[in-house]
Every structure is written in structure tokens, then in C-alpha cells.
């Protein structure tokens, strides 16, 4: 914790980027595992239907998350 504290506030904020992007990458492993035959294009709308209002996705990339899961 005193570490965390010592660092800058662009050092905490590369930080978080960094755990985000951990993350991400985390779900997008997961969601190849579990849907081995998805193309890029539907990993990353799966990846945003965790993150993101279902009826954003469906307006803006047509994807219903009812239907096609996350």
C-alpha cells in the first residue's frame, strides 16, 4: 500500500489501464474457451455485452444479447 501511495497520478492511472486491460484479456480467453469457433468481431461484441447496456449494443451493432448471449 505505501508503494501505491508513493507513485504518480499518471502512474496510478497507467496502473488501472493496465488491470483493465488484464481483464479484458482474461474474458476474451474465456469466451474463445467457451466459443471456439467465434471470429474476432463476435468475441469483442461478447467482450462489450459484459461491459456495455444491452440496448446500446443492439442499437449500435446490432447485437441482442437475449438472443446471442454474452
Keep these: 500500500?505505501?508503494?501505491?501511495?508513493?507513485?504518480?497520478g499518471d502512474e496510478k492511472l497507467k496502473?488501472?489501464?493496465?488491470?483493465?486491460?488484464?481483464i479484458r484479456a482474461t474474458q476474451r480467453h474465456e469466451i474463445r474457451r467457451i466459443h471456439p469457433e467465434a471470429g474476432p468481431r463476435e468475441?469483442?461484441?461478447r467482450l462489450a455485452s459484459?461491459?456495455?447496456?444491452?440496448?446500446l449494443l443492439m442499437r449500435?451493432?446490432?447485437w441482442n444479447v437475449k438472443?446471442?448471449?454474452?
Excluded: K, N, T
Excluded at 496502473?15 to 488484464?22: D, K, M, R, T, V
Design 1 to 8: 500500500m505505501a508503494h501505491y501511495r508513493s507513485l504518480s
Design 50 to 55: 459484459r461491459w456495455c447496456d444491452p440496448e
Design 15 to 22: 496502473l488501472a489501464f493496465e488491470q483493465i486491460e488484464f
Design 43 to 45: 468475441v469483442e461484441l
Design 67 to 70: 438472443v446471442e448471449g454474452y
Design 60 to 62: 449500435a451493432f446490432g
